[in-house]
């Protein structure tokens, strides 16, 4: 697992400085703090939580608070977001950052015992015995994986007590990128944009610091380089340019990019309002779907892999039946130091109750219950240059069927995936709706 612990900790490093940079803007705008913001949008619950998050964070009342910020590589998809190549430290004292510190999870593990049993099928495919820090986001429910990472760190003989905790993609550096327009460092080639950034920075940190004979030690300098350049763009933002940016971040929050838990309990309140904090509906009876991968060893081919949903809901007959097809598309058609054949452990989260019939290339599957739902479970494997659909038959409890309503929640870290349903009702009339997931989705018929 070596040679995962170190990629796109440059990365990680730049989207902790923009992020900060992007929430400084975010609360509070130079000319006259949040309210500027504020006036311009009108009052939703979004506007409502970020009025919550400045008083929280700008309140000067000489109290230092302490937040912890896992960086998760969506190229390398994992259930809560990411596979976790570094976190974060972050402290904030009266408005002001007042320390910011990054950790290698592959050099802070050593110090975490191995004690923790790994889950199905982290022993079977990666031969990972126990669970440590990196691989703590397990969980398609950020406030188990929250929960899960602050234990890992005091394990490891941490020693921050801390009042939240915070998970960021890599996407967040791409829309970031998207306001400020790209970026040119001094002594590195080329420029860094919304387009190229990740795949750049992806390159500079495992080839092009030997070809520009950088020492090993060296190689992520240009961490600091990039950061002080975004910074740079975002300061000098326009007052429009900054609305933009507050509705980027909105965005990226919404898309469970940026998830959020608190320890003050007004302020997690007013984040799960706002639908903020990457958590499972387990409150919700009604029919249920989520999907969720978990990458296995198959480097950063998540980046080639481009997935689609489709749902049909047949209430016609005595027992509600569904049938989920889940195709992935394997992009990328030659093998090289981040892509290789596909490997995930899908997990496919319906009502309780539910009962899978038959499926296809969904071979030896396992069945579990957490979070108030049955799962489903398989490891899907595509090779490159190929696609391959996940067919899974399943019957819903009875009680589905009345006053039906659907809620699919997203995989936070996986964007832009099209979804089609096709509900049967009881008079055996046929209805399509089409949408893609870039959010939680209900669907009321």
């Known amino acids: ?51 919550t998050l400045a008083e929280y964070f700008y309140n000067h009342d000489d109290i230092e608070r302490t937040f912890l910020i896992l960086f998760q590589n969506n190229m390398e998809i994992r259930p809560g977001g990411g596979f976790i190549g570094s976190f974060g430290i972050l402290k904030i004292k009266n408005g002001s950052v007042t320390m910011l510190q990054t950790h290698d999870t592959g050099n802070f593990d050593g110090r975490v015992p191995t004690t923790v049993p790994a889950p199905y099928p982290m022993w079977e495919t990666l031969r990972i015995k126990s669970m440590q820090m990196r691989d703590s986001n397990y969980s398609p429910d950020f406030l188990t994986n929250a929960t899960a990472a602050e234990n890992f760190y005091y394990m490891g003989q941490g020693q921050e007590k801390f009042d939240g905790i915070i998970g960021i993609t890599t996407n967040v550096l791409t ?42 030690g060296d190689r992520k300098s240009i961490m600091n380089d990039i950061a002080q350049e975004i910074i740079k763009k ?60 978990a990458n296995l060893g198959a480097w950063k081919t998540d980046y080639s892999v481009k997935r689609s949903m489709d749902y049909t809901i047949d209430l016609s007959g005595e027992t509600p039946k569904a049938i989920l097809k889940i ?74 069927s009345h006053n039906y309503n659907l809620k699919i929640q997203k995989q936070a870290g996986i964007n832009d995936e099209p979804v089609t349903i096709h509900f049967i009702g009881s008079d055996g009339n046929k209805t399509d709706y089409n949408d893609i997931l870039n959010s939680d989705f209900v669907l009321n018929n």
């Open 234 to 293: 975002v300061f000098a933002l326009s007052n429009a340019q900054k609305l933009d940016l507050y509705k980027i971040l909105t965005e990226d929050l919404g898309r469970k990019d940026i998830q959020l838990f608190f320890k003050d309990q007004t302020l997690e309140d007013t984040v799960k309002k706002a639908n903020w904090g990457g958590l499972v509906d387990e409150n919700w009876q009604k029919d249920y779907l989520m999907t969720v991968d």
């Open 327 to 400: 195709t992935y598309n394997h992009t990328a058609t030659q093998k090289d130091y981040m892509t290789k054949d596909y490997l995930t452990y899908l997990r496919v989260y319906v009502p309780d109750g539910s009962w899978l019939t038959t499926s296809s290339d969904f071979d030896n599957a396992k069945f579990g219950s957490e979070l108030g739902k049955k799962y489903f479970g398989s490891i899907v494997k595509v090779p490159l240059g190929q696609s391959r659909t996940v067919e899974i038959n399943y019957t819903l409890p009875k009680e589905i």
């Open 175 to 216: 829309s970031l990128l998207k306001m400020t327009g790209p970026v040119q460092i001094e002594g590195y080639p080329g420029t860094y944009g919304d387009e190229n950034a990740v795949l750049a920075l992806e390159y500079q940190v495992e080839k092009a610091y030997d070809e520009q004979n950088i020492p090993r």
């Open 1 to 51: 697992m070596k040679k995962y612990s170190a990629k796109f900790w440059v990365i990680f490093w730049t989207i902790s400085v923009v992020f900060l940079v992007g929430l400084y803007f975010l609360l509070q705008i130079k000319s006259g703090g949040v309210e500027n913001v504020i006036n311009y949008l009108p009052i939703g619950q979004e506007n409502k939580t970020v009025a």
